[in-house]
């Protein structure tokens, strides 16, 4: 259950409403820190959280992007993971990772045709857990962005419950949320359907064409990433202080 | 696993400099990119700033200011800028604000410099100055085609073989056995003192003829002559001869319209050598060129009627095979000339001969020689001064319809400001030709001058071309020294500017204001030529070819250092791109015209043609400058 500020929108899937303190991402990693066995888990948290009234400029952030074999994630698994080291004012190539997974769950032709990794690339891809170590070190200290937290938040957690038996929660900026918050205030009334409004899709393609960011093929994780990024940085710029607290965004 | 950025390199392929790379440098290149989003409206250097990158527009458009808030260039997608500052202080010269939305992808200051040193193309097309880039643009171009280019001089390999008029024919044989050549020249050396022409050396050899095989065959053998028949019996008088510094397709050229296969190559009057065809055929040329010599053989204006689609294609093969602007504007120049050249002879011919002498004259480009395939026909006729308007006036009048018609169906169309022959006004005895320059010239007005501009280039086709002569030695004369007259011409040399360069696909005006499409003659090589006719005159210039008069001007040193070579850069580019473009335009087969439209241009034609224009801009505020009235040159 999380508040995600003043905005006071109804998130797709944290289920929570109501104006209440900020979330406190710093406390919560010490709470985690102090119950988690896992070494490597137990590392990252006790590398922290930036505290909740940190300017957003200031924030280190590492944008994020999975390409899955389905969409549940209590059955599907992970196949690629883009990450995009970045800050309000730069994103920055150089940091960048790029991993096809070999997930534990079938690949489903379904999900090939989606984002194209084959059977053989994974089956020649290490495991989860043989990058786990890198991975955390790398989200380590960092707020995590997203396109849709309900695919990475939920399919992390889910990957590392399967695989060490302990799940992960981890602060994420959300651009869909982001949107969200502006074209989903309220359900289309009446008279939006006597004139055929339609709903503004807050897809991330959509999105970014709205901030006339350009057009990227979708469905690689890496440059799924790196459209999330770009994406956050406009929607600072539009809607933001680049001194907005970092909990006025996330979640 | 290293990240590969698709979406980076596809965008870094498809754009300067970075299309020059290898497709392994790009994908390097693009793990070191640094992006950042600027909203509409927000500035993303500021003067004196610090830069660490070069900036390259991934999507949106971003405006960059001169110092003093100027509007100096507005890029969209693929441009880029921070070069200046990244080559020099490292403090950003020329501000940027973002325009629209844009996102922008940094190239961090290592990687530039790495790529700045490593890759040549890279390097030439970021170069510091603009118009670096333009010269080596041009440079590099005419490197590639360097046949076409060269001058006269390469062909000389060997010193002139050379005999004395005294000399027999047999004589002559033996020499040109031992030498192995197929010509000789035969030198007058005269001992007389104190002839004018030799006053400062008595002893200088005079070129009096020249004697080749076939004029021993032809002329000796076949006559039954004596051995001991002195050569000068049987050479050839009245030489063609070319200057070596003339390009050895003009000589081709001169080969052909004279129907001579040897000439002799002088320098500074002094002969240096003999070219032979065979010399110039092994340089394998445009053999379009003969065209030429099929006008001379038509034998009614049908036949030259017929011809169009020959000099078409002849224009087009030209471009395919990358000659530059000035043979291209020389050879069209040719064949137009030809053209009047036979239809006067075919109207001579039909109207009997003229009752008194008469020149004919080609006027503006093609008197420069610097005539593209869309021309107008731009002619006069000068008239003996015994010319007798109620006898002889019908004759001319109607020689000058049929020239003109002819000209007209040969798709030089009728000049809309009525300057032909065909006006009365511009059919005149010389008397009156002189009468009118020294009004046009002694009491100039910026809007005498707009109508009569175009008569300050000229050249005699036909008849008695001295005179033709005559009227270019008195502009020479009269305009040199004439502040006033000179300030009217750059006055007028100024009403024609350029664009500021390209925007998206619009022409992007000095004012911000956008157009569809642009006359490149009208607001390119008609502006640099106007402002370089008044230079050339300014400097006592005898030369009519643009590029001829650059280099009277460069070395009469009036420009500002190095000025001069980049005027010819941006009129050999301008006109290049404009060439290209009718060309481009009969392939597809329409009608070739001087508008362009930007869409059709590459993002290498637009960042050269606006590097020209600036050049052109920059060198119409020195013309004004330098030719106030008033000022003492």
Redesign the interface.
Known sequence: MFYIGKEDVKSEESGSTGKGDRLDWAKRFEELASRTRHPQLKAYYEAGAVAADTPIEQVPMIAMDFETTGIDASRDDIVSIGLVSMNLHRIRLRDARHWILKPRTDLREESVVIHGITHSEVEAAPDLKRILEELLEVMAGQVIVVHHKGIERNFLNAALKRRIGEGIEFPVIDTLELEARLHRRKPPGFIDKLFGREKVSIRLADSRARYHLPHYRPHDALTDALASAELLQAQVATRFSKTSPVADLWS | ????????IDFLRRHQPFATLSEETLAKV??????????SG?QILEFGQLTESLYVI???AVEIYRRNGDLYNRLSEGGFFGEFALLRHKRTRFPAVAL????IY?IPEETFTELFEENELFADFVEVEDRTRLRQTVARKEDANELMTSEINVLVTREAIMLDTRATAHEAAKRMSEEGVSSLLILHHTDAPGHPDDADSPTHPVMAGLITDRDLRNRLLAKGLSYDTPVTDIMTTDLIHVEHSQLVFEAMLAMLRYNVHHLPVLKHQQPIGVIALSDIIRYESQNSLFVVSSIFRAQTVEELKGLVSEVRACFTRMVREDANSRMIGSAMAVIGRSFKQRLLELGEEKLGPPPVPYCFLALGSMARQEQLIVSDQDNAMILDNSFDPDKHDAYFLKLAEFVSDGLAACGYTYCKGDIMATNRTWRKPLRVWEQYFTEWIDKPTPKSLLNSSIFFDLDGVWGKTEWADRLNRLINRKTRHNSIFLACMARNALLRTPPLGFFKDFVMEPSGQHTQSIDMKRRGTAPLADLIRVHSLAVGSKSRNSFERLKDIINADILPHGRGQDLRDALEFISTVRIRHQALDLEAGNDPDNRIEPENLSDFERKNLKDAFQILSNAQKFLKYRYQPGRVN
């Open positions: 696993m290293q990240a590969e950025h698709l979406e980076i693009a793990t070191e990119v640094e992006i950042s989003y600027f909203k927000t991934r999507s949106g629209e939305d844009t996102l940094l």
